[in-house]
């Protein structure tokens, strides 16, 4: 598929696109040039063209793009119509902020189901979404290939042997421990103490000018 | 300085082999290959060696690299021994799971205080980090030139503005909001959202390989 030739740079940066436009569209908005991405996103105008080149996206000078038209492709791109259920295993603070978080309002994913052994959790919903006991794990997650890892990192390894045992496609692992997965199970990896000291190290080492 | 011609990919590693070279040593380990490391990285091996060669560091065939160099390198370069204080803007779920999160354990950054607007949380300790109310920000937060926003969306920019006027140097946002600011502020965003739409992405994409 065309698809596929999308570099993955590139493709990291859709879910981005799409929902700045969404934006712009719900404002009434028509038309966008590079440079009013840019500055949004914080990606240079250079990079936007030649990311929307490869969906055969080109901007005319003095117009822009088209937003409707950004939008009606990235949208078929991402898949926006074909919803993705996703488990969260965990209900420590972590998961329970993301448990709040509304996924739905802007994307094709949402958490149908959460996992804890704390007994005062299961039963419970939060955010409207069904907290089961960890013991259930297998049984209730029938069907559904994503899940979010917001254990504590004494249990990260073993939850994801798990997951894998399972059956998961996909982890987006908020643990601070780098996991090891079989090699067809893709692992995002969202370290925030790493996230913390990388932006010191450039506060350091790469200051901005006013 | 010579440490300005580090490209910044390579830098964002800079972290991440850090910690686990630490945890090397702390194991008694001597000596690790790029095999080794790539493997527990999850970076592949080609990208390791280029790194460390911009440090000097070249593996010796059948040996690797020695940790303790690698290391003492490392920590000389992310200034480990110098402490960044860094304040906490928000204290619902996602910033609590921060407080209570051990920044300081393999890092040269810790939360040093919290702020928030919700009474029952101002004057508390959470994860051994005071609370302040949020009036209080600009006389608490002198000295303090990074901070981790995890405020509702819809204060994000605000907050920003006045994260800004006050001279903050760095932001690590958590918000969905792409804030704007001041082209002297650096501004890292973790967008949770968009790290789980891309991961879903990635799925249905770049199906991988057992």
């Given at each position: 598929m065309e698809q596929n030739k999308i570099p993955q740079a590139t493709a990291k940066r859709l879910p981005l696109y799409y929902r700045y436009l969404n934006n712009l569209s719900n404002q009434g908005k028509n038309r966008v040039s590079s440079r009013e991405l840019s500055e949004a996103l914080k990606v240079d105008s250079a990079t936007i063209r030649r990311d929307f080149s490869y969906f055969g996206a080109l901007g005319r000078k003095g117009y822009g793009y088209n937003v409707e038209y950004l939008l009606g492709f990235f949208r078929k791109t991402l898949d926006q119509d074909e919803l993705t259920e996703v488990a969260l295993i965990g209900v420590g603070n972590l998961g329970t902020a993301f448990l709040h978080y509304n996924f739905l309002k802007n994307n094709?994913?949402?958490?149908?189901m959460a996992f804890d052994a704390d007994s005062s959790k299961v039963g419970t919903d939060i955010g409207g979404v069904p907290v089961h006991h960890i013991d259930q794990l297998e049984e209730k997650m029938e069907g559904v290939s994503v899940a979010i890892l917001t254990v504590p990192v004494s249990e990260a390894q073993a939850m994801t042997n798990r997951l894998a045992d399972f059956g998961i496609s996909g982890i987006l692992n908020f643990t601070p421990s780098r996991i090891t997965v079989p090699s067809d199970i893709r692992v995002h990896h969202i370290d925030l103490a790493i996230e913390l000291q990388s932006l010191v190290y450039f506060l350091k080492h790469y200051p901005l000018k006013a």
């Open positions: 094709n994913t949402k958490i149908v």
